[in-house]
Structure formats: C-alpha cells, structure tokens
C-alpha cells in the first residue's frame, strides 16, 4: 500500500490516540470475522471504552487481560453486529495481513495521549 497523501499538522492533532488498558477480553461469536470484544480503561478523563477487534489470530484471552494497546478514542461509536464499538484499537499488518497490536516498551499511565 502507498504512503498516504500529505496532511497539515493541525489534521493529526484531530485524531485523539491514547494508551489504554485491557480490563476484559470476551469472546464476539456474532462477528462475520473472528474477533474480541474488548473493554478498555482510558483512565478518569475518558474513562472505560468498548472496542470490537479482529486479533485472535495472534493473542489469546488470556494474554490481552493487563495489556496496554493504543486506540482511537474520538471516532463516532460504530455498531458492529449486536457490539457498539467505542474506540478504534490500533496495529499493524503481519505479512498475512493479520493484525499486530501497537505497544509501548515502557509503562506509561493510561489515558495518554500519542504525540
């Protein structure tokens, strides 16, 4: 895929990503692709969120509970299947085009915000 066009910097600033963390991880068997229902705590500012993510090729229940992701806290809620997502969970394509989530290596308070 090819780099996307050029944005003003003042654009990227209207894209609120945070770093949250994953409370709980349940399975979403009514999702057309295999997917978890997430709940993400944002910390006090923007408190706990739902998002619908396509990653169990990759993670387990069990290894998403505790995890830091960073997420997209500012689009419009999305209904997905019977779920309202919340916020957009964010990684990247491995060579199969399954996605990888973003992390960070230090731990960080939730609720920050990328810059």
């Known amino acids: ?13 209207k894209v609120d990503i945070r770093v949250g963390q994953v409370l ?11 997917a978890w229902k997430l709940t993400i705590d944002f910390g006090p500012d923007i408190g706990t969120k739902k998002s619908s993510a396509q990653i169990t090729v990759h993670y387990a229940r069990e290894e998403l509970v505790g995890r830091k992701v960073a997420a997209v806290v500012n689009f419009p809620p999305r ?25 960070v290596d230090r731990d960080v308070p939730v609720g920050g915000r990328l810059f």
């Open 79 to 103: 209904q997905i299947g019977p779920f309202m997502s919340e916020v957009l969970t964010l990684g990247f394509p491995d060579a199969a085009g399954e996605v990888v989530l973003i992390g």
């Open 24 to 34: 709980a991880a349940d399975p979403f068997p009514e999702a057309r692709k295999p």
């Open 1 to 13: 895929m090819p780099a996307a066009g050029q944005i003003a910097f003042d654009d990227f600033l």
